[in-house]
């Protein structure tokens, strides 16, 4: 096929047109600085204009939508104007061009709204009671893109849940600088179950769902290892990857998401800070078990993880071993 991946300067974005590439489709990637994609045609720009996203998609026989806004903070304008209009002018221009697929990278945070996740499929998006701006916008531009869902247009939304990987720099090295610098605490002793998702796992996952497209379209699939283990378990094994020690102190999750909340008000309040040390719904995250049962995704995608958790954790160590060598 040929097909449009967004967002393809990210990690997995960028790990799903390599894949694409690799198996015979012709890639074209979008985005705001060059993908990096070896034997991908670029397009840089901004997709939330019409005439670019319409220039990124002409001619192409599916999208596959990763680009977004990805923070624990900024204005609701940044995140509304990237996530929701940036996918609704996408959707348009897909849609006139003669797109026929279109696979929109979501979020379990899209139906997460602050308690545990114990099991749970896909539930429905629900914009008005998701934590933080990116969970609304993000679930706000799932309902437009399976909203669009229609005969010769087969609209799929794939939910990875907490990727990570060698390079990754999102979530791994700031855990590793963090940790590190004596900066990451572990909530309520690191005892919430969680799932995430190596990387390989997240890519077989998004490229099965185009595949199956017309066959699953309209619906909504929460992608993750099927491994869940406690927080400070994942934690300690991306400080053992990385060489450096495991976080000691532990801090009530009651009193952190308190605590984030105040630093969320604070934070807004000081010119470009960066990210905050801690917010609410990050603390959330570390304090409260998320973990999903992944049956319905394998039987409707026909895809299995191919790499587990600790021959995940393995690639990591070898990844940090060679930064190290020499």
Same mark, same amino acid.
């Given at each position: 096929?040929?097909?449009?991946?967004t967002?393809?300067s990210?990690?997995?974005?960028?790990?799903?047109?390599?894949a694409?590439?690799a198996?015979?489709? *012709?890639?074209?990637?979008a985005?705001?600085?060059a993908?990096?994609?070896?034997?991908?045609?670029?397009v840089?720009?901004?997709?939330?204009d019409?005439?670019?996203?319409?220039?990124?998609?002409?001619?192409?026989?599916?999208?596959v939508?990763?680009? $977004?806004?990805?923070s624990?903070?900024?204005s609701?304008a940044?995140f509304? #104007?990237?996530?929701?209009?940036?996918t609704?002018i996408?959707?348009?221009?897909?849609r006139? $061009?003669?797109?026929?697929r279109?696979?929109?990278?979501s979020?379990?945070?899209?139906?997460h709204?602050?308690?545990?996740?114990?099991?749970?499929?896909?539930?429905?998006?629900?914009?008005?009671r998701? #934590?933080?701006?990116?969970a609304?916008?993000k679930?706000?531009?799932?309902?437009?893109?399976?909203?669009?869902?229609?005969?010769g247009?087969?609209?799929?939304?794939v #939910?990875?849940? &907490?990727?990570?990987g060698?390079?990754?720099?999102q979530?791994v090295?700031r855990v590793?600088d963090?940790?590190a $610098?004596?900066?990451?605490?572990?909530?309520?002793?690191?005892a919430?179950l969680?799932?995430?998702t190596? %990387?390989?796992? $997240?890519?077989?996952? %998004?490229?099965?769902?185009?595949g199956?497209a *017309?066959q699953v379209?309209?619906?909504?699939?929460?992608v993750?290892?099927?491994?869940?283990r406690?927080?400070?378990?994942? &934690?300690?094994?991306?400080?053992r990857?990385?060489?450096?020690a495991?976080?000691?102190?532990s801090v009530p999750?009651?009193?952190?998401?308190?605590?984030?909340?105040?630093?969320?008000? %604070?934070?807004?309040?000081l010119?470009h800070?960066?990210?905050?040390?801690?917010? #609410?719904?990050?603390?959330?995250?570390?304090?409260?078990?998320h973990?999903?049962?992944?049956?319905?995704?394998?039987?409707?995608?026909?895809?299995?993880?191919t %790499?587990?958790?600790?021959?995940g954790?393995?690639?990591?160590?070898?990844?940090?071993?060679?930064?190290?060598?020499?």
């Amino acid at each position: 096929m040929k097909v449009l991946v967004t967002g393809a300067s990210g990690m997995l974005g960028h790990a799903v047109a390599t894949a694409l590439v690799a198996r015979g489709d *012709e890639v074209t990637t979008a985005q705001r600085r060059a993908s990096g994609v070896v034997g991908a045609r670029d397009v840089r720009g901004s997709l939330d204009d019409a005439g670019g996203a319409a220039g990124a998609v002409a001619g192409q026989d599916a999208v596959v939508h990763l680009a $977004a806004k990805v923070s624990l903070t900024g204005s609701l304008a940044e995140f509304e #104007r990237t996530n929701i209009e940036g996918t609704r002018i996408l959707l348009a221009a897909a849609r006139a $061009a003669g797109a026929k697929r279109f696979v929109m990278i979501s979020s379990p945070s899209v139906a997460h709204t602050g308690t545990s996740i114990m099991g749970d499929g896909a539930g429905p998006a629900r914009p008005e009671r998701a #934590r933080g701006p990116y969970a609304r916008t993000k679930a706000a531009a799932e309902l437009l893109a399976l909203a669009a869902d229609a005969p010769g247009f087969a609209v799929v939304a794939v #939910r990875p849940h &907490i990727v990570w990987g060698p390079g990754d720099t999102q979530l791994v090295q700031r855990v590793v600088d963090r940790a590190a $610098a004596g900066r990451l605490p572990i909530l309520d002793a690191g005892a919430a179950l969680i799932d995430t998702t190596y %990387i390989d796992n $997240a890519v077989g996952g %998004i490229v099965a769902a185009l595949g199956r497209a *017309e066959q699953v379209h309209g619906e909504a699939f929460v992608v993750t290892n099927g491994e869940p283990r406690p927080v400070g378990e994942i &934690i300690g094994a991306m400080c053992r990857a990385a060489g450096v020690a495991s976080p000691r102190w532990s801090v009530p999750g009651a009193l952190a998401r308190a605590g984030g909340a105040a630093v969320e008000t %604070i934070w807004s309040l000081l010119p470009h800070p960066g990210e905050p040390p801690m917010t #609410r719904f990050l603390a959330e995250q570390l304090s409260t078990a998320h973990w999903f049962d992944q049956r319905r995704t394998r039987e409707r995608l026909g895809w299995t993880p191919t %790499i587990t958790l600790d021959e995940g954790f393995a690639q990591l160590t070898r990844y940090y071993h060679d930064r190290r060598m020499p």
